[in-house]
């Protein structure tokens, strides 16, 4: 696996990377955690081994801001703060394990050989789209061709569900159950009145329509 170890330390540092490059790994190891986050920003690595007290950025915070920018590699704290409130505070910060100093080579490599095993985790999606038409679950905003498009909460559930289905048909019962956590039929016609007033929305004012009708079956959503 590649390796990042994070370790002001040097003594400490050429330990483990002599003891992981001697079992097939390739070791990175840097002193400071602002160049960590440089370079862990830069570089895929498998695993990364920090330490708690770095200079310029300590461990919390790379990881904390490894984690704001998407980077997912699996981490694992290395330090001598052993309190429950740290490994608490470690694990919180994004980081995947804690082991503290002093430890054994061989539980570290086995922790770092378990992490590596782990399946890369899916990137979230924040934008959902549909021909020009956008919408960010950040900001909880839409738009479409550039024009912002105001929703009530609701519209906004039922879109974004339309959305994440894009190009399937979804029946009135799976709107039901998604977006109003109804699993029975109400025998109203709540799904047809929202449909209506998403459709005033978001196709009405725009050349095309992206919301359609699929006659005896749902709705679709598609580009």
Request: charge should be negative; charged fraction near 30%.
């Amino acid at each position: 696996m590649k390796l990042l170890v994070v370790e002001d330390d040097p003594t400490t540092a050429q330990f483990i990377a002599r003891g992981l490059g001697e079992e097939g790994h390739s070791v990175d190891c840097l002193d400071n955690g602002r160049d960590a986050l440089t370079r862990a920003l830069a570089t895929a690595y498998d695993v990364m081994v920090v330490d708690r007290m770095l200079p310029e950025l300590d461990g919390l915070s790379l990881v904390r801001a490894l984690r704001a920018a998407h980077v997912t590699t699996p981490a694992i704290f290395l330090t001598s703060m052993s309190g429950v409130d740290d490994r608490i505070d470690g694990l919180r910060a994004g980081g995947d394990d804690y082991l503290v100093k002093p430890f054994a080579f061989g539980e570290l490599s086995a922790r770092i050989e378990a992490l590596g095993r782990r399946p890369p985790m899916q990137e979230t999606e924040t934008v959902l789209k549909a021909a020009d038409l956008e919408m960010d679950l950040v900001r909880r905003s839409v738009t479409r061709a550039g024009q912002r498009i105001e929703l009530l909460p609701r519209e906004f559930a039922l879109l974004e569900h339309l959305l994440r289905h894009k190009g399937r048909i979804q029946t009135r019962t799976m709107l039901l159950e998604s977006v109003w956590d109804i699993n029975f039929d109400p025998q109203t016609n709540v799904v047809e009145t929202h449909i209506s007033r998403l459709r005033a929305k978001v196709d009405k004012p725009f050349d095309r329509e992206l919301i359609a009708t699929v006659r005896g079956a749902g709705y679709r959503i598609g580009d």
